[in-house]
């Protein structure tokens, strides 16, 4: 069975650009979370759907970040114009159902400069 | 709100000696769920125990923990540390019965065995 897939792996932008993070959860997986972990932090949940509507944004940075799950398979994570304090891992999880154990990809390490 | 607490950022240990991860948490919830996740290099975080059950022990992987409901605490223990074991490994609380898969993560701590 494949495991969540995010890419890219890596990203470097200057500040003020934009980036995107691509998620692909484990197949029949209904719930996808997105975590923020800065360096030497545990992860930060920013947002996380059921199929493709929204439970809990609260934590997005909603003038810079947004994120969709249109079909409620992939998701995509984007940043509209990057800062420095964006430097972090992001983090995409998957669930079947509002389960407790939650499923892993491996990452996406962003550095702003 | 929640929180989780792991004091020990860095452990270094001997090979067959005994490993303890400190982890308490904070929630105004009585339905805490606390789990503990590991990342190896490399690798995704992966689910190591979870627990809901107070004073019950769980084991996983040799790894065990109990949760304490009254002193708000889910310790991570091994008898015996292998190389293998080197790792990140979180502690993390969801307070709605697990049922959201909304979980609040510790900081971590990265464990180092050597022989």
């Known amino acids: 069975e494949a495991g969540v897939t995010q890419s890219p792996r890596y990203a470097v932008l200057q500040e003020g650009q934009a980036v995107s993070f691509w998620c692909d959860p484990i197949?029949?997986?209904?719930?996808l979370y997105w975590y923020q972990q800065p360096r030497d932090q545990g992860p930060q949940l920013l947002v996380y759907f059921r199929d493709e509507a929204v439970i809990d944004n609260s934590q997005l940075p909603s003038d810079r970040f947004s994120a969709v799950r249109p079909k409620g398979t992939n998701s995509t994570l984007k940043i509209q114009s990057a800062k420095q304090g964006d430097t972090a891992t992001y983090l995409c999880?998957?669930?079947?159902?509002?389960?407790?154990?939650?499923?892993f990809g491996s990452g996406t390490r962003l550095t702003v400069l | 709100g929640d929180s989780v607490t792991q004091k020990e950022g860095l452990v270094t240990l001997t090979e067959g000696l005994p490993v303890m991860l400190n982890c308490t948490y904070q929630?105004?919830?009585?339905?805490?769920?606390l789990f503990w996740y590991v990342h190896y290099l490399n690798e995704s975080p992966r689910l190591l125990l979870k627990s809901s059950t107070d004073n019950k022990r769980t084991e996983h992987q040799g790894f065990h923990a109990t949760l304490h409901k009254s002193s708000s605490s889910f310790h991570l223990q091994k008898s015996s540390a292998q190389l293998s074991d080197s790792a990140l490994y979180y502690c993390?609380?969801?307070?709605?019965?697990?049922?959201?898969?909304?979980?609040?993560f510790g900081e971590g701590t990265q464990v180092t065995v050597i022989s």
């Open positions: 929630t105004i919830y009585s339905n805490a769920f």
């Open positions: 197949s029949g997986h209904d719930t």
């Open positions: 999880a998957s669930s079947w159902g509002f389960a407790e154990t939650l499923y």
């Open positions: 993390a609380l969801s307070d709605t019965g697990g049922l959201s898969g909304k979980l609040t």
